[in-house]
């Protein structure tokens, strides 16, 4: 069993940044990703890393926020930049190996315009 701790969530003003982090009870395998779930919408995949370190960005991402895993200190970071109040959700970290699936509890992230 693995926990997964989410920070870093907070509020911000459109344009603005926030750098979430993930931090494993365990040793972190497989794929660590971001999703977010917004009121009324379906979780869905903001960004992925695979163990190799091939990423995967949702497009209303692509070149604004960028993921980065950090194996030794069990953790995955996510860098928003430029954020848009379309970007307000709950962010969930995600890990993904050997058949099993773990989450986060999540961490609320909103931007005002």
């Known amino acids: 069993q693995v926990s997964l701790v989410e920070s870093g969530g907070g509020f911000v003003q459109a344009g603005g940044s926030l750098r979430l982090s993930c931090v494993a009870s365990?040793?972190?395998?497989?794929?660590m990703g971001w999703y977010r779930q917004a009121p009324g919408k379906q979780r869905e995949l903001v960004a992925d890393?695979?163990?190799?370190?091939?990423?995967n960005y949702a497009d209303s991402v692509k070149g604004r926020f960028t993921i980065s895993r950090d194996n030794a200190k069990k953790t995955v970071n996510l860098q928003m930049n430029n954020l848009k109040p379309e970007d307000t959700a709950v962010y969930y970290c995600?890990?993904?190996?050997?058949?099993?699936?773990?989450w986060g509890q999540g961490t609320q992230v909103t931007v005002s315009s």
């Open positions: 995600r890990q993904t190996s050997f058949g099993n699936d773990y």
């Open positions: 365990r040793r972190i395998f497989g794929t």
């Open positions: 890393m695979s163990s190799g370190g091939i990423t």
